[in-house]
């Protein structure tokens, strides 16, 4: 019992459940406004599918049940009106007033865009879900606004505390993200062959277009494997204290090197940064703290 309650009950400063609350409110802030332009396409009903195709295509593809509002709400103006909704919430979700209130209408809005377009769903947006999922029942640091985060940044005397097990799911959550995708790459001809960078950056995919990739294809092969073992390594390296640091260092530059060698990247390395906030410990010093469920 001491041991569960150390990893999953231990109080710690809630300002790190603010500093990550504020930054996956952004993050949803930015997938909204990236989603925008497109709303009549995959969410209305002057897209490329009706309500009626979008159910029985998501049973298909996954077995269960749609559950979307969209599925109610899709002409142009109700599409338009949710997603304005949905910006809104993100910005005072960052802020921290109504947080739970605004978590949830996120939350939702996001299922809701996965189940009504299950066919142009991202590796980010599970991501998200997931995410928002796990937030939705863990504290929110709500005390802390960006304003007053930043002034008091640098003192130790809090008073707010809470449990550590959001933020402990949040990191194992990272690990499944990253052991999974080695597993499935293993399973893949061009990752296992050492093939699949060049192949990539030769691809629609490729920022850089161009035969330079064949050129150096040697290299890329050994970065294909080198790939694999720093996505083993970064969960890794987050989750112990001393090697934090090498570990953000390292998963911080692995993911804008996507960002910037792949197209339309940019979100999936904005999510997997932002999901590093729950390692983040900026007071790691013992405090004197009167307990708090907030």
């Not at 890794?236 to 640091?245: A, S």
């Not at 590093?276 to 013992?286: H, Q």
């Amino acid at each position: 019992m001491n041991a569960f309650s150390r990893l999953w009950l231990k109080n710690i400063d809630s300002r790190r459940y603010a500093i990550t609350r504020i930054g996956f409110a952004l993050l949803l802030l930015s997938h909204f406004v990236h989603l925008f332009p497109y709303r009549d396409n995959i969410l209305s009903n002057v897209g490329m599918n009706n309500s009626s195709a979008a159910i029985i295509g998501f049973h298909e593809l996954t077995g269960g049940t749609s559950i979307s509002i969209f599925n109610y709400f899709e002409s142009s103006t109700e599409v338009t009106i949710i997603l304005i909704i949905a910006i809104i919430s993100a910005l005072i979700l960052a802020w921290g007033k109504w947080a739970r209130t605004t978590l949830f209408i996120c939350f939702f809005i996001q299922l809701s865009l996965i189940h009504r377009a299950p066919v142009s769903t991202t590796g980010w947006d599970s991501i998200l879900t997931n995410l928002g999922f796990i937030l939705l029942f863990s504290p929110l640091g709500k005390d802390w606004n960006p304003w007053n985060l930043f002034k008091q940044w640098n003192k130790n005397q809090i008073n707010l505390r809470a449990s550590q097990y959001g933020l402990v799911l949040i990191q194992l959550q990272v690990f499944i993200i990253y052991w999974q995708t080695v597993i499935q790459k293993m399973g893949d001809q061009y990752w296992a062959k050492g093939e699949s960078i060049t192949y990539f950056l030769l691809s629609h995919h490729g920022r850089f277009k161009g035969s330079w990739p064949v050129t150096w294809h040697e290299l890329f092969d050994k970065i294909n494997y080198l790939i694999l073992l720093v996505e083993l390594a970064i969960p890794v390296l987050l989750w112990i204290r001393n090697t934090r640091k090498i570990g953000l260092w390292i998963g911080i530059g692995f993911h804008l090197s996507i960002a910037i060698l792949g197209i339309n990247l940019a979100l999936f390395s904005l999510t997997m940064i932002v999901s590093y906030l729950a390692f983040i410990d900026p007071w790691p010093a013992p405090y004197k703290l009167k307990s708090s469920t907030k």
